[in-house]
């Protein structure tokens, strides 16, 4: 047996032109408007006038907490809350209880997000053991185990120790992969709480500054160059960063970066509430570097969009500010937040977008089949998003387990209307499907797929 058949009428390309769609057997078919063909009789049809088809999204920055940390999030709610943002690929990071540092651990994640049917997940190796700093994980296991993991990273810690930073950068050299750094020098943020400048002097909280950022990205860059490695920087947040990252690629280094939906929006007056949902690591920043940030993705020198989805319980947020945990929920709200920061300025258009959030992440991560350009043939993952629907971000529209958004109260623009992965449908009409439909739909899929 195999999926239904789906005709998406009147869909508006990132290219600017409109088209319809045909979902047939995990694949795309183009059909200029109107066209009547045999493979769309019996067809379920969506009206897609308005609406603009992406190649499904891909984060290269999710925390799926599962396993260890299940109260705050699951591989099965993270990828529900993937299908709600328009995402279609995602990738699963490391600090989780136990670390993905073993093939075996990497493999059981990967295994969950497969089950789960929503997006598909792959994990992210630890560089070093149990994120500790001291010695390289089991590298080559994971990425020769069947999850065939090809991005390793700390996040959440610095690999501080520069002779380890450079072994591992030499290690994944030998199979294409990527070390993706949380740039954070430990001892220039010990105990600190936001950005360091004037507003933490006058609101009392430790300082962050940008300096132990810049100095790490700017280490590692000498340090991929010397290896000849492929080096990805997380969530980039000063225009320091953006600056040294622009250097290296000037030099010729393979670097890539990204920048967040909240870096992208939010500023470090926020903290002035006190409210822990805009408590976040790296820090919100100034305003001079939330602008710095959206001009180096429009010049290229910030590679991709990434979202930190980091959820946690309500009790780790509803709490004093040093005692709250760092992190956000993001998965939900990207695209609409890149839509307000990055398209309604004009900074970038929807082709870009498609890059920022789709194509580039996904060649990064070795991830195929979440960047196409809807050529006939293509895998069938990609979401349709309305941008006139401009609306006030709610509860309702977080589909994870935690509830920890910044953007809760706030107008956006854009809502991901459907999202398909795989051809099957995920999310129709901004409702997340359930998981049983899912499941049965991803069962179908995987009959249909050659071993």
């Excluded at 999926?3 to 088209?19: D, F, Q």
């Excluded at 699951?74 to 709600?84: F, N, W």
């Excluded at 670390?99 to 493999?107: F, I, K, L, N, Y």
């Excluded at 989805?309 to 945990?325: C, I, L, Y």
């Amino acid at each position: 047996m195999s999926t239904p058949t789906y005709l998406i009428v009147g869909a508006t390309l990132p290219t600017g032109e409109r088209t319809d769609l045909v979902v047939q057997d995990d694949r795309l078919t183009r059909l200029a408007p109107g066209t009547d063909s045999a493979s769309t009789r019996g067809a379920t049809r969506i009206d897609a006038d308005g609406l603009v088809a992406l190649p499904g999204l891909v984060d290269l920055h999710t925390h799926l907490r599962e396993p260890g940390f299940e109260q705050s999030e699951t591989v099965l709610t993270g990828s529900r809350a993937a299908a709600a943002g328009g995402f279609t690929g995602v990738f699963a990071m490391a600090n989780t209880l136990p670390v993905s540092d073993t093939a075996g651990v990497v493999e059981q994640v990967m295994a969950l997000g497969d089950d789960a049917g929503y997006a598909t997940v792959r994990p992210i190796g630890a560089v070093t053991v149990g994120l500790g700093g001291e010695r390289l994980s089991e590298i080559g296991a994971m990425a020769h185990s069947r999850a065939r993991v090809r991005v390793f990273s700390d996040d959440g810690k610095c690999v501080h120790d520069s002779l380890l930073m450079r072994r591992a950068l030499e290690y994944v050299k030998t199979f294409d992969g990527v070390v993706a750094q949380h740039a954070q020098d430990p001892r220039l943020t010990e105990n600190a709480q936001m950005n360091e400048g004037a507003l933490s002097s006058e609101l009392g909280l430790k300082g962050w500054p940008a300096v132990a950022e810049e100095s790490i990205i700017a280490r590692d860059v000498l340090l991929a160059e010397h290896v000849g490695a492929r080096l990805h920087v997380c969530h980039v947040s000063t225009a320091g960063s953006v600056e040294v990252i622009r250097w290296a690629k000037s030099r010729g280094i393979v670097v890539t970066a990204e920048a967040t939906p909240h870096h992208l929006l939010l500023t470090e007056d926020l903290v002035r509430s006190y409210d822990a949902r805009f408590k976040v690591n790296p820090p919100l920043r100034r305003d001079e570097d939330v602008l710095a940030l959206r001009r180096g993705l429009a010049d290229g020198t910030i590679d991709i969009i990434a979202t930190d989805h980091a959820p946690h319980p309500t009790e780790s947020k509803e709490s004093e500010w040093d005692a709250a945990s760092f992190g956000m929920v993001g998965l939900e709200s990207a695209l609409s937040v890149a839509q307000t920061a990055l398209v309604d300025t004009g900074l970038l258009g929807w082709n870009d977008i498609a890059r920022v959030l789709s194509r580039t992440p996904a060649e990064i991560g070795r991830l195929a089949g979440h960047s196409h350009a809807f050529e006939n043939g293509a895998p069938a993952n990609f979401t349709l998003h309305d941008p006139s629907a401009a609306s006030t971000f709610e509860l309702d529209r977080l589909a994870g387990k935690s509830h920890n958004s910044p953007f809760l109260g706030r107008t956006l623009s854009g809502r991901v209307q459907h999202t398909f992965h795989h051809g099957y449908p995920t999310m129709i009409d901004t409702r997340v499907l359930d998981s049983d439909t899912v499941k049965a739909s991803a069962a179908l899929w995987k009959a249909g797929t050659p071993a």
